[in-house]
């Protein structure tokens, strides 16, 4: 079998490596087998080998979500069969041909559903639940009336769209921040109703302040981060909540005490990596919404390319350098 490992921290394209591995063990009682055909690469799993310890060590699997076929179940199970397709998360060493993982990281998916849809449904269509979620929560709170506008960053990217999606499905109207002209392009093709500020263009803030009203919003959803926070703080509400699930500008927020003491901000993050530690009736909500996106809006989970294992640094260099779809890596 064959896989994707590395065993030091460095650039991606450079440390990780192509493998012959051994066969995926046989599934225990609650376990199944999966053959995966196609996983993606998210950023994540590259700055999981940049942040990795400094010098050397034992090979660690890469990847953490595919799609598959199921070729053996534990004995336990009994929702999901053999040959049944399935998108798996989280699934350790999913750059793998094969991988055993428990039945609950393990979700049928229909068949009008895609391959290339359903690599990539589970992270980024659990990511954008629990950004909603906690957004109803802040507006909820808030007393906000449902035409009271959320503001959105990173709309054109593959969580931000489905965010954005999910948010006009409530009735919730939507400003889209785009950083540059070709975001707001993306955003206008899949949403033409929504507003856009493109940050690029001078007096983007006092467009935005159109859309937001001078009391501003009672929540925002940011995955942009660094410098962008400053400025993006001012169009909150008091009181109001930034949601941060992302962090594309990597790089510190330059915030003082007072920039949230005075009117009372607050900050709530939102991570996919705490997710199997929420209750089980919130993963159950967040793999159904996962799944009821794919089906409904499959054109917002899109892939920029995808290439096979012997491929492996150039899928790994296509991530960094488009931000219009996901890159996947075909297993099998």
């Known amino acids: 079998m064959r896989g994707v490992t590395f065993s030091q921290r ?139 506008p959320l503001i959105v960053s990173a709309p054109a990217s593959a969580v931000g769209r489905l965010i954005v999606r999910q948010a006009l499905d409530r009735g919730v109207p939507v400003i889209a921040v785009a950083r540059t002209d070709r ?52 169009f909150l509400a008091d009181a109001g909540t930034l949601v941060v699930w992302g962090d594309l500008a990597a790089r510190p927020w330059m915030l003082s005490t007072s920039d949230l003491l005075m009117r009372e901000l607050r900050v709530q993050a939102v991570s996919i990596s705490r997710w199997m530690a929420r209750p089980d009736d919130v993963k159950i909500a967040g793999r159904q919404a996962a799944v009821r996106l794919a089906e409904q809006w499959p054109e917002l989970f899109s892939v920029y390319a995808t290439y096979p294992l012997d491929r492996l640094r150039t899928a790994v260099e296509a991530v960094r350098a488009n931000g219009t779809g996901t890159v996947l890596l075909r297993l099998n």
């Open 10 to 148: 460095g650039e991606p394209a450079d440390v990780a490596r192509v493998s012959d591995l051994p066969t995926a063990p046989e599934p225990g009682v609650a376990d199944v087998r999966v053959s995966i055909s196609l996983a993606p690469l998210h950023r994540g799993d590259l700055i999981g080998i940049e942040a990795a310890p400094d010098g050397t060590f034992a090979p660690r699997p890469l990847g953490s979500e595919g799609v598959g076929v199921i070729t053996a179940t534990g004995e336990t199970v009994g929702s999901l069969r053999v040959g049944d397709r399935v998108s798996v998360f989280p699934a350790q060493g999913a750059w793998s041909q094969q991988i055993t993982v428990p039945a609950e990281a393990a979700v049928a998916i229909p068949a009008t559903v895609s391959d290339e849809v359903a690599a990539v449904t589970l992270v980024n269509g659990i990511t954008s639940h629990l950004v909603l979620r906690a957004v109803d929560e802040v507006r909820t709170a808030a007393g906000a009336a449902r035409n009271t």
């Open 183 to 234: 975001s707001a392009a993306t955003v206008r093709s899949f949403f033409p109703e929504v507003a856009v500020v493109v940050t690029e263009h001078d007096g983007w803030q006092s467009r935005l302040r159109e859309f937001a009203g001078d009391r501003g919003v009672p929540a925002i959803a940011d995955a942009h981060g660094g410098d962008f926070v400053h400025e993006i703080l001012p």
